[in-house]
């Protein structure tokens, strides 16, 4: 089966501070994706990424980065988290060419005081 | 922008009852649709996929429709069990492939019993 990791299920980070969540999927996939979810918005991408290094901007990128120094783990970055970024964080991963699904991890779910 | 939306936001059912969910999209150029199931607390689960060259498609317990004519999706569940209550999710893609999702919001299924 294939396993999608995210380091936190939950956490509770003060404005300003710089935030890092972590996913890990151990079925050697080439892309990986960052979503938030949000109440009556669903799913939105923020960033992806189709390979080592690479990275693509998503529908909300702004007060966001990635970084994918290895081919497992695809790690979102606030530099400043802010009160609206307060939501639940999913990470995915798929084949190259993307003919199977997207598996999700369990979310981590922020809180921004 | 192109979105994919659900008619009913909420659905009850009675355990043993066929539930029927709900999904329109409006990109007439979307050609793969995918349905996740959302339980609490967890990250989403794929269910069941269909391309546009189908109609129809059936799973264990579940089967998917696509009517393309007038940009409906739907995911009917057979003997709705307690273990079925979740949010479910459509999503669509117009690439052919799952590395570039549109999310709907989402309906959440209730079984009674």
């Known amino acids: 089966d294939v396993k999608v990791t995210q380091s936190s299920r939950y956490l509770v980070k003060r404005t300003g501070e710089k935030v890092f969540l972590e996913c890990v999927q151990d079925?050697?996939?080439?892309?990986m994706f960052w979503y938030r979810q949000d109440p009556g918005l669903g799913l939105r991408l923020i960033y992806f990424?189709?390979?080592?290094?690479?990275?693509e901007k998503g529908d909300i990128p702004e007060g966001y980065s990635v970084s994918r120094e290895k081919k497992e783990r695809f790690s979102l970055i606030l530099e400043s988290a802010s009160t609206n970024q307060t939501s639940m964080y999913l990470c995915a991963s798929n084949e190259s060419g993307g003919q199977e699904t997207q598996y999700f991890g369990p979310g981590t779910r922020l809180l921004v005081l | 922008g192109e979105s994919v939306g659900l008619h009913l936001p909420t659905l009850s059912v009675q355990e043993g009852d066929n539930s029927i969910i709900n999904c329109a999209y409006s990109n007439s150029a979307s050609d793969y649709f995918i349905w996740y199931k959302q339980e609490s607390g967890k990250g989403p689960q794929f269910i069941i996929d269909?391309?546009?060259?189908?109609d129809k498609r059936q799973g264990q317990r579940v089967t998917v429709l696509l009517n393309k004519t007038v940009k409906h999706l739907s995911l009917q569940i057979a003997a709705t069990q307690p273990g079925d209550s979740a949010v479910y999710f459509c999503?669509?893609?117009?690439?052919?492939?799952?590395?570039?999702?549109?999310f709907g919001t989402g309906t959440r299924l209730q079984v009674t019993l």
């Open positions: 079925m050697d996939h080439e892309n």
């Open positions: 990424s189709y390979d080592v290094k690479m990275k």
């Open positions: 999503a669509e893609s117009n690439t052919g492939t799952a590395s570039k999702l549109t």
């Open positions: 269909i391309r546009s060259n189908m």
